[in-house]
C-alpha cells in the first residue's frame, strides 16, 4: 500500500521524539498503533464482506443459468411428446 522504508521511518520517528518528547512518544506510538490494527481489521472485513457477496452473486447467476437450461429441456420434451402424440389426435374416420 504504502512504499516507507527505514530511512523514512527513523525519520518519523525522531521528528516524533522531538515533538511529543520522551515521555509520550511511546503512548502516542501505541495508540497509533492500535488504530492501525483497527483499521487493518475493518478493512479486511469488507474485503470479507464484498467478496462474499460477489460469490453468493456469481452463485445467483450460475442456479439462473442452469434453471433456463431446465426449463429449455423441459419444453424440448414437451414438444417431443406432443408431436408424438399429434397423430392420435387426427381427424379421422370413426371407429364403428
Not at 470479507?48 to 452463485?59: C, F, G, P, V
Not at 450460475?62 to 429441456?73: T, V
Request: charged share 30%; aromatic share 4%.
Amino acid at each position: 500500500m504504502f512504499d516507507i522504508g527505514f530511512l523514512e521511518l527513523m525519520f518519523i520517528g525522531v521528528v516524533g521524539l522531538l515533538v511529543l518528547g520522551p515521555e509520550r512518544l511511546p503512548k502516542a506510538a501505541r495508540t497509533l498503533g492500535l488504530w492501525i490494527g483497527k483499521i487493518k481489521r475493518t478493512v479486511s472485513g469488507m474485503q470479507r464482506d464484498i467478496s462474499a457477496q460477489l460469490e453468493a452473486e456469481e452463485l445467483r447467476q450460475k442456479l439462473n443459468e442452469q434453471q433456463k437450461k431446465l426449463d429449455e429441456s423441459v419444453r424440448q420434451v414437451q414438444r417431443d411428446v406432443e408431436s408424438i402424440a399429434e397423430p392420435d389426435r387426427r381427424p379421422g374416420p370413426c371407429p364403428p
